[in-house]
Nanobody, 119 residues
């Protein structure tokens, strides 16, 4: 049973920074393939934010966060990070960690962590 546990959310002023973490557990490290982050702003649908391949050699971002957010991972710790800089009020959302298994292509989701950016 794969578990994803996010941490690092909170309240920050516009222009500030936060770093989200997501630790995976329950399977061997080789099971964890592409990992990423999605977010759900208040009253809106969940949207893609960023992904990173298992090797870390390839990343992708939604246009609205390019140049401000950086996704990274530590396979030794089975953890993916999202460094968020120059935060804007429109970044306010529940942020969800996601994992796609390298075997079978199963998708897993964390419980979410709230990020609130005040103006």
């Amino acid at each position: 049973q794969v578990q994803l546990v996010e941490s690092g959310g909170g309240l920050v002023q516009a222009g500030g920074s936060l770093r989200l973490s997501c630790a995976a557990s329950g399977r061997t490290s080789s099971y964890y393939g592409v990992m990423g982050w999605y977010r759900q702003p208040p009253g809106k649908d969940r949207e893609f934010v960023a992904t990173i391949t298992r090797s870390g050699g390839s990343t992708a971002y939604v246009d609205s966060v390019k140049g401000r957010f950086t996704i990274s991972r530590d396979n030794a710790e089975n953890t993916v990070y999202l460094q968020m800089n120059s935060l804007k009020p429109e970044d306010t959302a529940i942020y969800y960690c996601t994992l796609r298994s390298s075997l079978g292509g199963y998708n897993y989701w964390g419980q979410g962590t709230q990020v609130t950016v005040s103006s």
